[in-house]
């Protein structure tokens, strides 16, 4: 199962993810292919997309629409060629002209290849609770809801 990635190389590997994502920027996207394989798969709460320009245009995607976008790892798991990250990732809006440091705590499933790039990638996070209760309209929709469901 992990042949062609030895402990080492995996936990290497997991570190250069690591860093990529902590100083992200729209100038390191063009090293993207470095971290990622061609086919790689990626899905989130909003995405669900194959291969490395669909994946660069999420995070270009990104860029456009927030005010200093950041990940910050908190906490990192390997197993194998399976990895786990803990994250927070730190923006303000632009949309809404929002001084306010907005924070979404999640996680990462990451799969690596044979090489040490990510095969698969997929984070969890709570749309609701995480992004949606801090829009200006419909966060208090949002909350009234959270507040009848939990009644």
Known sequence: MNAGLTPDAARA???????????????????IGALY???????????????????????????????????????????GRQAFLVWEFRFRF??????????IRGGSHLELAADG???GHRDYWDAAEEL??????IGSLMRWLRRRVNQ
């Not at 860093?19 to 729209?26: I, N, Q, V």
């Not at 632009?94 to 907005?102: G, V």
């Open 37 to 79: 394989t061609a086919d790689a798969r990626f899905k989130d709460p909003f995405n669900e997309v194959q291969g490395v320009p669909a994946i660069s245009r999420i995070f270009e995607h990104m860029f456009e629409s927030l005010h200093e976008p950041r990940f910050v790892v908190t906490r990192r798991l390997l197993d």
């Open 132 to 137: 949606y209760e801090k829009l200006p309209a």
């Open 117 to 119: 790039r990510v095969a």
């Open 13 to 31: 590997s997991l570190e250069r993810v690591c860093t990529f994502y902590e100083t992200l920027s729209p100038k390191s996207l063009v090293d």
């Open 94 to 103: 632009k949309r809404f002209d929002s001084h306010t440091e907005q924070v």
